[in-house]
């Protein structure tokens, strides 16, 4: 008898993490998942309602590390 094995899944909001795990100097949030170092500190300690309103914020916070053009004077391209 081959009967499937359960996966275990947790029912709360997941990490956004990408294993890119680079702060932006001037924004404070990470360029891979887009939270703060207090929010990826804090993740596991969490509520799940908190974690999904950080998740929620999340698509707001991406437009911040947009590359700006025109940036030094004098540079050649």
Known sequence: ?????????????QSPCVNICVMHPQEGICVGCYRTL??????AGMTAAAR???????PERKPRLKKRRGGRAGRQG
């Open 1 to 13: 008898m081959n009967e499937a094995i359960p996966v275990w899944t947790r029912m709360e909001p």
């Open 38 to 43: 207090s929010e990826i500190a804090g993740w």
């Open 52 to 58: 999904q309103a950080v998740l929620d914020e999340l």
